[in-house]
């Protein structure tokens, strides 16, 4: 059984840094996608961007070059380092995993899902 268990969220003011990590416990998919989402109140859910089992990633226009998503060498975490944030990227953020390739998922279909770790920017 694969669990999501997200880390590393708090309060940060604007222009400073957060380190996200998901543990993707029971995940041994290989050629598997890992995906960071965020929530704020009241919106819909954004895709953040997500990295695939050989490394190639993909990030949202309103997050690039602000943030960075990697995995370790064992594939099982993820992280998301988050720099120069800004009030609009609080949120809840939450990692997701599919056993299908990245290029082939849709952002609804991950099948497994975190309960998210809470950024707030002021």
């Known amino acids: 059984q694969v669990q999501l268990v997200e880390s590393g969220g708090g309060s940060v003011q604007a222009g400073g840094s957060l380190s996200l990590s998901c543990a993707a416990r029971?995940?041994?998919?290989?050629?598997?996608?890992l995906a960071w989402f965020r929530q704020a109140p009241g919106k819909e859910r954004e895709a953040v961007g997500r990295?695939?089992?050989?490394?190639?990633?993909s990030i949202a226009d309103s997050v690039r070059g602000r943030f960075t998503i990697a995995q370790n060498n064992t594939k099982n975490t993820m992280y998301l380092q988050m720099n120069s944030l800004k009030p609009e990227d609080s949120g809840m953020y939450v990692c997701a995993a599919s056993p299908h390739p990245c290029y082939s998922v849709a952002n609804r279909d991950f099948a497994y899902w975190g309960q998210g770790t809470q950024v707030t920017v002021s």
């Open positions: 990295i695939a089992d050989d490394g190639s990633r």
């Open positions: 029971g995940y041994t998919q290989r050629s598997g996608c």
